[in-house]
């Protein structure tokens, strides 16, 4: 008879692959927009820091300078990959946390294949985004995506640490 301790831990890698899963479908959709739709999460991302930092990206002078709006756009553009990758980095880290029965050295082999099971994914939504009206793919993106979920994972192996360390300095 199973415990309530491993029916909350089932549970639990359940709600993990489930919210991996919505995330992986999040990116693909956000790659099936074509490039007009783009565009315009763009400027509403612009608009969102316009009103939070009371800042004014799109008007008079900066508008006249095109150098500056495209760099904005390349900026919150980037950024967006870069988060995206990191947040699945982490939704793939945890729920590979199980591979410690399949491996000794359990949390390197869980980081390096939740990174390369995130760059593998990079990859293939470059690949969609060929398919897609008004984009493409670009090695750059796969490059900034997979940055974003390899610090992920870094950030998850030294918390790992960090609070392995505090447990025994406090027993």
Known sequence: MQSQRDKK????????????ALWLIVIFLFSSYPDYESDEQTLFVIDVLNTIFGLDLSSGELLSS???????????????????Y?????LSFISLRD????FKKQRM???VIAASFCALYAVSDEIHQLFVEG??????????????SVLAVM???FTIWTAKKCRRKTH
């Open 9 to 20: 831990h089932i549970a639990a890698n359940i709600v993990i692959w489930v919210l991996t």
């Open 135 to 148: 984009r493409y793919g670009c090695l750059r993106d796969v490059l900034i995506d997979t940055s974003g």
């Open 155 to 157: 950030i998850c192996l």
């Open 66 to 84: 095109f150098g500056f709006l495209q760099s904005i756009d390349f900026v919150i553009r980037k950024s967006a990959h870069f988060i995206e």
């Open 99 to 102: 591979l410690r029965y399949l």
């Open 86 to 90: 990191f947040i699945l980095g982490v």
């Open 109 to 111: 082999a869980q980081a």
